[in-house]
């Protein structure tokens, strides 16, 4: 069965750092892997997504992260915060146990970004 | 840009009650979802639906659960008698059939049961 382990439920890094946040997935099956954004009262905005090919994808707003299958990861990173990027972020991974696909979510990490 | 829009944004109703969350997905998806987040958790999937037809359930999609797709544009998610512990975030999604993997969701109704 899939799974997701999201490190940290809060990170604060000063705008202009860089933000890593971390996601462990576990799946018994080549993972496709998600990661969502949640601005404060508004819903799940896709980030990026990786289903085969470049390990490395990017995404919206600067962000990108790294399929390592080895380490079996998917951490999210952009070099330079920005106060825009204060959030909460899920990572996620696609559970195909029935015919159609749905998300398994991880706990998510709240991101602050200080001026 | 489409989205995915949902009503109402906010619902607060007496336990026991009968509640309809309603969801307009992008019009040419084919693929519907709900999710729910009770506060403080995770989100957690409770339904797909395609073809007018329920494709998986999660454990917490029991009998007092229904959903519906009554017409060509809203897909609707029914909780005939509410409990103190359904109170949480309801996200509907929908994804199209070239991608079915890639799920957009809507703003949530927040559900208040008291």
């Known amino acids: 069965a899939q799974s997701v382990t999201q490190l940290g439920s809060h990170v604060s890094v000063s705008e202009g750092a860089l933000v890593l946040l971390r996601c462990n997935y576990s799946?018994?099956?080549?993972?496709?892997l998600f990661w969502y954004v949640q601005y404060p009262n508004q819903g799940l905005q896709l980030l990026l997504k990786?289903?085969?090919?470049?390990?490395l994808v990017k995404g919206i707003n600067g962000f990108e992260a790294e399929f390592k299958k080895s380490e079996t990861s998917f951490h999210l990173t952009k070099p330079s915060a920005h106060m825009s990027d204060a959030a909460e972020y899920f990572c996620?991974?696609?559970?195909?146990?029935?015919?159609?696909?749905?998300?398994?979510f991880g706990k998510g990490t709240k991101l602050s970004v200080k001026p | 840009e489409p989205e995915v829009t949902q009503t109402p944004s906010h619902q607060v109703t007496q336990m026991g009650q009968e509640v309809i969350l309603r969801c307009v997905p992008i019009?040419?998806?084919?693929?519907f979802y709900w999710y729910r987040q009770i506060l403080g958790q995770k989100v957690e999937f409770l339904v797909s639906?395609?073809?007018?037809?329920?494709?998986?359930k999660s454990e917490i999609f029991d009998d007092q659960f229904s959903v519906e797709r009554p017409d060509g544009s809203n897909f609707t998610l029914k909780i005939r008698s509410t409990k103190l512990e359904d109170s949480a975030m309801y996200f509907c999604?929908?994804?199209?059939?070239?991608?079915?993997?890639?799920?957009?969701f809507g703003p949530g109704t927040r559900l208040l049961v008291l």
């Open positions: 990786y289903t085969t090919g470049a390990t």
């Open positions: 639906f395609y073809n007018n037809e329920i494709s998986e």
């Open positions: 799946s018994s099956v080549p993972p496709y």
């Open positions: 996620a991974v696609m559970n195909y146990g029935g015919s159609q696909g749905n998300l398994i």
């Open positions: 019009s040419n998806h084919l693929y």
């Open positions: 999604a929908s994804s199209p059939d070239t991608h079915q993997e890639t799920q957009y």
